[in-house]
């Protein structure tokens, strides 16, 4: 785990950058943006679509707008009054809404003109005077009008400005009364939209309305509609939009209550506005207070009549009958197309139509204020968890857990949108788990590999590169400082190599010794060895170190046989040049031995040092005196099983004063033939004489053997000992050990 701290560190500091954005502290307008981006298309993923024929809007699309019977818009409020009449009356729709405001007087008819002359130049002519009495109700377009909705579901619209629009010009016309009065929400801090001005109907239509709502929605800084504001806030009073006031005139106007979470549910510090209590209906709304518009589909996912076909009667009453009817406009010339999730232009009366289904329906999402500390929450647990993990799991493992981390918040969110109706923010979550692999692998790339290399660049020259990676994976383990282990060491040495070196050109000879070099340190490297150096022509190798390796005798044996296997094809290559053939002698032993970078400040180098390893040295000098290709010490031999060995001697080296006995391996067990094992154990019984001072039966023995076996030095080597020490009886008792003053 400590190695792995660095990394565990920069992931929680990753985790922080996010839980402080979550939390507010301060905002990414990145996060942000991809968060609306994914709500969009999760929005759209979900949609119910089809046509609710419900809600009915009556368009004023061009084709309107060209119409000769209703003129240049905007039109006179006689037409406007008619169509009201016409809808209530003859069609009988339920409720009629308007998504224009009507905030200027009608001055078509021409009665503005004819009260002046009234007032003026003709206000003593009676005549004129019981002409424009007669006269007037037929041209006061407003109070037509305004009669035409009194008493009736009507409900208008009207628009609040900012503060720089209210600087610019005063608000002018009337708006409704609050549905909630100010001082409402005393001791709660809740963000509500507010609103320096508004833009009002005619106080005359604003009196004779059953009621009427704001349509301003909440555009959010991409410039997308995604919500609109259940409550407006307006000099500390509270205003409802226009598709909450259809609503509440539907249920015959019930109050507005806020709603709040049970106190034994959340901390007395929170102080969220959860959803509002229409009567029968609750409305989920979010921080503040505005709610998640619910589409349905693209554009038209609501019956569209063009009003001048209603107002001409081309249109079946049923088309109508019993709907609720929202006047607006669809054209382009007019300025009521929004950019919303589903569509960059969308006509803005069909975002109230959405409202209302949703609000009847029961179908919007909730985004309340606790929302916000559960990706708090979801963020420390995923975040907490990943941080930890990553650094512990190689590549491919950390792939598939960044992606089931993706995976299992993309499915949470879909599912908490999709059964408990709440939008839940989830860009922080992807982009923390993106942002904490890339990390990982980042750190894995540029910091790990460089250890890598750094390994690579001081174990590369002595371990094989499997081992080096090995070592990487966990460079804490490993280190080129001294300590003593117990290890096997090998030294290889070319026979005869200075005759060989006298007889060759020095570049052939260079040839020559590259490659054997090349084809021994490749077998040790096969046999997971470390090269330590090279001497001249010589090779010394040790195993168990810098990596533990449990069976470092074994495999240094198993190396040794491969190394003179190995010459076979090498020598074949070399005399087809013209070249002599090479054999060697190798010496193994195993024992306690120093391991680490020795030298001086100026050269050091990765070896091994100790009485274990100067015996090796002597027993490769040793294969010169017995004929034989490997020997291996005492220690060796114990320490490897499954391998048959031929007992050389009993020796006392030079610099050592206890003897040690020396072997050949012949072979893996089982698959020494017969005739070998015969040969064995006669040699047995020779040595067994040798040793026991009888040069008789050693002496017979030995003859045999060398008349069996031509092609064995050994065995000539022991006939000429038993020859001398017949002649020259050994001074003293006879313990059958062979010392050796020279190296």
Do not use: C
Not at 111 to 126: C, F, H, I, Q, T
Not at 239 to 256: G, H, I, K, S, T
Not at 282 to 302: H, I, K, M, Q, W
Not at 565 to 578: K, M, S, Y
């Amino acid at each position: 785990m400590r190695k792995h701290l660095a990394r565990i560190v920069l992931g929680l500091a990753v985790l922080a950058l996010f839980v402080g954005h979550a939390a507010k502290f301060y905002q990414f307008e990145l996060v942000n943006r991809l968060d609306h981006i994914i709500y969009d298309a999760r929005l759209r993923f979900t949609m119910p679509g089809g046509v609710d024929e419900r809600i009915v809007i009556l368009d004023i699309d061009e084709k309107s707008l060209a119409a000769p019977e209703l003129g240049r818009w905007p039109w006179g409020r006689d037409k406007v009054a008619a169509l009201v009449d016409k809808l209530f009356d003859e069609y009988g729709i339920a409720a009629l809404g308007f998504d224009v405001v009507n905030a200027e007087p009608d001055a078509s008819s021409g009665l503005p003109v004819l009260e002046r002359l009234a007032d003026g130049e003709l206000k003593g002519n009676a005549e004129f005077q019981a002409a424009l009495a007669r006269l007037r109700p037929a041209l006061d377009h407003d109070a037509r009008f305004a009669r035409a909705i009194k008493g009736r579901p009507v409900v208008l619209g009207y628009y609040f400005t900012s503060e720089a629009e209210a600087q610019s010009r005063e608000a002018h016309g009337a708006i409704p009364a609050p549905v909630l009065p100010a001082g409402t929400f005393a001791g709660r801090t809740i963000p509500f939209t507010s609103w320096a001005g508004y833009g009002g109907n005619l106080p005359a239509f604003q009196a004779a309305a059953a009621a009427a709502g704001h349509f301003n929605p909440v555009v959010d800084e991409d410039g997308v509609v995604r919500r609109v504001p259940m409550l407006a806030q307006y000099q500390g009073r509270y205003y409802e939009p226009l598709a909450l006031a259809l609503v509440r005139m539907l249920l015959d106007f019930p109050p507005v209550e806020p709603g709040y979470p049970p106190d034994r549910f959340m901390s007395r510090t929170y102080s969220g506005l959860e959803w509002l209590a229409v009567g029968k209906l609750r409305v989920p709304v979010d921080e503040n207070a505005a709610a998640l518009v619910p589409f349905r589909g693209d554009a038209r996912s609501f019956p569209y009549l063009s009003l001048v076909d209603v107002f001409l009667d081309r249109v079946p009453a049923e088309r109508l009958r019993g709907r609720i009817a929202l006047v607006g406009t669809s054209a382009p010339g007019l300025v009521d197309l929004r950019a919303t999730p589903v569509n960059r232009a969308y006509p803005g009366v069909e975002v109230h139509a959405n409202l209302i289904a949703g609000m009847l329906d029961g179908t919007i999402k909730g985004r309340p204020a606790y929302v916000l500390g559960a990706e708090v929450v979801l963020l420390l647990a995923g975040g907490l968890a990943l941080a930890v993990l990553l650094p512990l799991l190689s590549p491919l493992r950390a792939t598939l857990a960044a992606g089931a981390a993706l995976a299992g918040y993309a499915g949470l969110n879909l599912g908490v949108w999709q059964t408990a109706d709440i939008a839940l923010p989830l860009a922080s979550s992807l982009l923390m788990t993106v942002a904490m692999f890339a990390l990982n692998m980042s750190y894995g790339y540029f910091v790990e590999s460089r250890a890598k290399r750094q390994f690579t660049e001081l174990f590369g020259q002595y371990v094989p590169p499997e081992l080096v990676d090995q070592m990487a994976r966990d460079p804490g383990k490993y280190s080129m400082e001294g300590r003593s282990e117990e290890l096997t060491v090998l030294f290889s040495d070319i026979r005869g190599f200075t005759s060989i070196a006298e007889g060759m050109e020095p570049k052939e000879l260079s040839q020559l010794l590259n490659e054997y070099l090349t084809e021994m340190t490749r077998v040790i490297g096969e046999h997971r060895g470390t090269l330590d150096k090279y001497i001249g022509d010589a090779i010394m190798a040790f195993w168990g170190a810098p990596v533990a390796e449990p069976r470092h005798a074994e495999r240094a044996v198993a190396a040794a046989v491969a190394m003179q296997a190995a010459l076979g094809p090498l020598n074949e290559r070399f005399r087809a040049r013209g070249w002599p053939d090479l054999k060697i002698g190798i010496g193994i032993n195993t024992g306690p031995m120093r391991v680490g970078d020795m030298g001086s400040r100026s050269r050091k180098a990765y070896t091994v040092l100790g009485d274990a390893v100067n015996l090796a040295s002597r027993l490769e000098g040793l294969t010169k005196q017995y004929g034989v290709g490997i020997i291996v010490g005492e220690a060796t031999r114990q320490a490897v099983g499954g391998t048959v060995f031929r007992e050389l001697d009993r020796v006392r080296v030079k610099g050592k004063d206890a003897p040690t006995a020396i072997y050949e391996p012949v072979g893996p067990e089982g698959a020494v033939g017969k005739p070998r094992v015969e040969e064995l154990r006669l040699w047995q019984q020779a040595l067994k004489a040798y040793r026991a001072g009888d040069w008789d039966q050693a002496e017979l023995a030995l003859f045999n053997m060398q008349r069996l076996y031509p092609k064995m030095p050994l065995y000539e080597v022991y006939a000429g000992r038993v020859a001398r020490l017949r002649a020259q009886p050994p001074a003293g008792r006879w313990d059958g050990v062979t010392t050796f003053e020279e190296k």
